[in-house]
């Protein structure tokens, strides 16, 4: 899983298409995860997405997330 | 973490914007709910009836058992009225009167014990229905057993999860206290020289390790822990953990800015900081004592004062 620390190591793979995400926006089996912090969350984000904050993810993951085989896309601002 | 199912959208909002994806503006909830997930697809639906049945507690599977018991009776015992054709012992129609009836109800705790003396017997489809209720009555026995068993193993766990918690709060507790006398030196120290040390600082440095450690206990157990924590103990940690906020704030406040300050200082000063600051009465998942509520906001805005 993501550690905040290591941000650099977050292995983009298995991926998730823009399409995917586009077709499912109303499936709620799959949790579309925002990571972005509070503020850019509110500015703008993926309708029906969460937040939750790469700073926080260690701290609130198993609260916010309980099921692990749960299916989530996980994004961020871009291409980093 | 063990997320299995986890898939990442590598172009994230700037190519979801540029493709004209619906973008949605509103402010993150402050308390997070947990995510509902929807029922996982799969799964034999023709034993779901049977999962039911093992979820009841122990006292409504013996009163199933038992009523399906008797309702078996009823009915082996009104066929006999009836159409006739009913329960046989030693070769004699079982009649169906109160004592019919008191030989039906034996014969149907007999058949759902699987036991089978065979001194009544069931004649034509009655047959059928003495071979379902054995299945019935095996398959609900057989919960009633395993609820009894697995209720002593419930109970051992529980008092294990309880020790292991009453110790993780005593340890907290303990450092917590460290701590607070620790900040307090530290502070004394500043007074006295005005500037801080290098030893003092690395001193400072790994106390503010240890309380964040201890913080991070403190915001595990507000926000996911499954043993409901004593609210005594909770306020006296509570209000440690005030204390100890305090004199940091206190001692950050008059640290001279600028030049000898350590990256590992500021980075624990700012994790406390932002760790603290979701601990408020309103944000935690439980709802707790006014009192606690209280020393919650407090801590808060403790934290507000230290980021």
Known sequence: MVKPQSTEKIPYEPAISRDEIMARLEDRALVILNVMPKETYADGHIPGSISLPVAEIEAKARALLANPVQEIAVYCAGPT | ?307
């Open chain 2, 1 to 307: 973490m063990g997320y299995t199912n986890l898939r990442y959208y590598v172009g994230g909002m700037e190519d979801w914007i540029e493709h004209n994806g619906p973008v949605e503006r509103s402010p993150a909830p402050v308390a997070a709910r947990p995510v509902i997930v929807a029922p996982q697809p799969g799964g034999s639906r023709a034993f779901v009836w049977l999962e039911i049945l093992a979820s009841w507690p122990l006292e409504r599977l013996i009163g199933f058992w038992l009523g399906m018991i008797v309702v078996f009776g009823v009915i082996y015992w009104l066929t006999g009225i009836g159409m006739g054709w009913g329960l046989q012992a030693g070769n004699v129609e079982v009649k169906p009167d109160l004592s019919g009836f008191a030989t039906a109800i034996y014969f149907s705790f007999v058949t759902a014990l699987s036991i089978g003396y065979g001194d009544v017997i069931p004649t034509g489809p009655l047959r059928i229905l003495a071979v379902i209720e054995g299945i019935a009555g095996l398959l609900v026995f057989g919960c009633v057993i395993s609820k009894l068993v697995s209720r002593r193993q419930e109970e051992l766990t529980a008092e294990i999860h309880h020790t292991t918690f009453e110790d993780r709060l005593d340890r907290v507790r303990t450092n917590l206290h460290l701590v607070f006398s620790d900040l307090g030196s530290v502070q004394q120290l500043q007074a006295e020289q005005g500037v801080l040390p290098d030893q003092v600082r690395r001193r400072l440095e790994s106390t503010v390790r240890v309380f964040r450690g201890e913080l991070q206990t403190i915001h595990d157990l507000l926000y996911k822990s499954h043993v409901e924590p004593d609210e005594e103990a909770l306020e006296s940690l509570l209000a440690n953990l005030a204390i100890c906020l305090q004199s940091l704030v206190e001692i950050s406040a008059s640290r001279p800015a600028g030049n000898g300050q350590s990256a590992a200082l500021e980075a624990g000063l700012r994790a406390i900081g932002n760790l603290a600051q979701e601990i408020c009465g309103e944000c935690v998942p439980r709802v707790y004592a006014p009192a606690l509520k209280e020393s919650m906001d407090q801590i808060q805005e403790l934290a507000r004062r230290l980021a």
